[in-house]
């Protein structure tokens, strides 16, 4: 300990405790910040800033190894699609010498077309009279696909569509089938020929990525083996932050924890509310000088509300009480009660939320546990009922 002026470096720190130590990181705190704002997660694939699930190594090893695979990839918005997509493309590439064996589209709404008419001009010679004939333009036109033929791995990521543009779906999903479909038929042409026989057209794996909640019924989607993208777990979202920043901080290890578990499983919602958490810690006039120690739980609390939970997940609570407002911020508050409180008796809760109603607390728990929420274990003559992770 030094002195100055006859006061030591920690009496100045508790006068002044906006002062940095040398314990704050604040350059690796700006880079967490700086990942966190870029919520499209397709972004960090070459950003050195990556998280990926083990699941999906099992993808990635099959279109190694085999071909021929229809593969279609299924989530819910914001748990990975364009990622993993990016991500697939990456490693397949990095893994062949030759770049056209493996094709990433990104089918946009409004361009479903996997190929293009081209223009064929020729001359063709008619005869005029029984002496005089006189060569006339003839313009045709022929099919081209704009995947090459060397293509082995086709990667689609379609667009996120709503539940009103089936139309459009099924339009792309048609594209990808006509292509398919066409690749299959050059194969059996070149075995029923005996052409190259030593190396018939190869059928590619196929794998389309979309978003479960506009998933429509199409032939070609039963021909596909499913693979639905998990929700990320609290343990994962903690081990891999850990394993990309070395530690929790700016974060203590509870902190971090409650933001995965408000993430509920959704990669982009976890990098939304660290985000949202920092921001007053870069906000003007301050950039970085506010951190004097770990950002705790209480301080998560605070910024990630009961509103704001509220906001985020309106989709699912109003399939649950469409026309309570009241009943969906109870049931977060309630749901966060639990949370950090652990399995509690029924009369408990129904005694912090409901005290003059205890079968208002009975229904909305029974309205919770099916969409998997909350679950109920049998004690005596009452039930416990705890969150599920």
């Known amino acids: 300990m030094t002195e100055e002026n ?127 004939t006189h060569e006339v333009l003839i313009t045709d036109k022929d099919w081209n696909w704009d995947i090459s033929d060397a293509c082995k791995n086709l990667i689609v990521d379609m667009w996120d569509y709503s539940k009103n543009s089936q139309r459009e779906i099924t339009k792309s999903l048609d594209s990808i089938q006509s292509f398919w479909a066409a690749r299959c038929a050059y194969r059996a042409r070149d075995l029923k020929q005996n052409k190259r026989p030593e ?87 301050t950039w970085g000088t506010k951190f004097t120690g770990e950002i705790t739980k209480g301080d998560v609390q605070k910024t990630i509300s009961t509103h704001r939970l509220v906001r985020d997940m309106e989709l699912q609570l109003s399939e649950l009480w469409p026309g309570s407002k009241v009943n969906r911020e109870l049931s977060v508050r309630l749901l966060r009660f639990l949370r950090d409180k652990g399995p509690t008796l029924q009369n408990e809760i129904a005694n912090e939320f409901f005290p003059d109603n205890p079968m208002a607390c009975s229904r909305m728990l029974s309205t919770l546990a099916p969409y998997g929420h909350v679950k109920p274990e049998q004690t005596g003559q009452q039930k416990r009922w705890e969150v599920v992770a």
């Open 199 to 285: 190396a018939p057209a190869e059928i590619p794996n196929i794998v389309v990525f979309l978003q479960k909640e506009a998933m429509p019924l199409h032939f070609f989607l039963g021909k596909m083996q499913l693979f639905e993208l998990e929700l990320w777990s609290p343990e994962e979202l903690l081990a891999d932050y850990q394993a990309a920043f070395g530690d929790t901080k700016p974060f203590s290890q509870d902190a971090l924890y409650e933001l995965a578990v408000l993430s509920r499983g959704v990669f982009r919602r976890f990098k939304e509310y660290i985000s949202a958490t920092l921001d007053p810690y870069f906000a003007p006039g």
């Open 6 to 132: 006859g006061k030591s470096e920690d009496a100045k720190q508790e006068e002044n405790p906006n002062v940095l130590t040398q314990e704050i990181d604040i350059d690796n705190y700006i880079n967490i910040w700086k990942w966190s704002c870029k919520l499209a997660r397709e972004e960090e694939v070459n950003e050195g800033f990556f998280f990926l699930q083990a699941s999906w190594l099992s993808i990635l090893f099959r279109l190694q190894k085999t071909q021929g695979n229809l593969i279609k990839v299924v989530g819910g918005q914001g748990v990975g699609k364009t990622t993993f997509a990016h991500w697939l493309d990456s490693r397949l590439r990095s893994g062949n010498t030759n770049a056209l064996t493996v094709q990433f589209k990104r089918m946009e709404k409004g361009y479903e077309q996997f190929g293009h008419f081209e223009k064929i001009p020729y001359y063709e010679k008619i005869e005029a009279s029984k002496d005089k």
